[in-house]
């Protein structure tokens, strides 16, 4: 009886974790990827299975779609849907949808990093710089940044750099860098 209690708090206490460490993103559907979906009422669920999988790297939950019409459908079917993800195509707006990213951690750092991906933001601001960490250093003050060398010939001499506080859009761009830190700004 105690150890059953004590394996159940842990596994909240888990649980918990996994949820405080979620990255949400209100109205943007991320579109590719997905390896596996299933009925889930609400997008704490999404993180939780994402955080649990060595593989996911995001999840997007949507709110509306159901598998069949209400007034036939069986109760474990009448849930809103969350979408399992390993990889990201691009993103688009959607206000039925949220999405998340699996956070990356390494010391001194609670975010996420995604390679080979650009984030677009409004108002951004843009500029040409060295390195990826150079960006790093000069979007300190926002919460998104993202790098990408300019050359196509295999020896980038300088790269574009984009803060913003804000993501429009997500998508796949070979040799980019994105970070989202929302402990920054």
């Known amino acids: 009886m105690v150890a059953t209690s004590v394996v159940v708090l842990l596994l909240m206490q888990v649980s918990g974790a996994a949820v405080?460490?979620?990255?949400?993103?209100?109205?943007?559907?991320?579109?590719?990827?997905t390896?596996?979906?299933f009925p889930a009422d609400e997008i704490t669920a999404c993180c939780v299975a994402c955080s649990n999988s060595p593989c996911c790297i995001a999840y997007t939950f949507d709110s509306v779609r159901k598998r069949c019409s209400i007034e036939n459908c069986p109760k474990h079917e009448k849930n809103s849907r969350c979408f399992?993800?390993?990889?990201?195509?691009?993103?688009?707006?959607?206000?039925?949808?949220?999405?998340?990213l699996k956070q990356t951690s390494r010391k001194g750092f609670l975010g996420v990093t995604l390679k080979n991906t650009k984030i677009v933001?409004?108002?951004?601001?843009r500029l040409q710089l060295r390195s990826e960490e150079e960006c790093r250093q000069y979007c300190q003050a926002y919460q998104v940044f993202s790098y990408g060398p300019q050359n196509e010939d295999g020896?980038?001499?300088s790269g574009e750099c984009a803060c913003t506080m804000r993501i429009k859009s997500i998508s796949y761009h070979y040799g980019s860098t994105a970070e989202i830190n929302p402990s920054q700004g």
């Open 35 to 37: 390896v596996d979906e």
């Open 20 to 33: 405080q460490s979620c990255l949400f993103l209100p109205n943007v559907h991320l579109v590719g990827g």
């Open 121 to 125: 933001g409004d108002n951004s601001n």
């Open 155 to 157: 020896e980038p001499r």
């Open 84 to 100: 399992i993800k390993t990889s990201i195509g691009h993103s688009l707006e959607d206000y039925t949808m949220t999405s998340g």
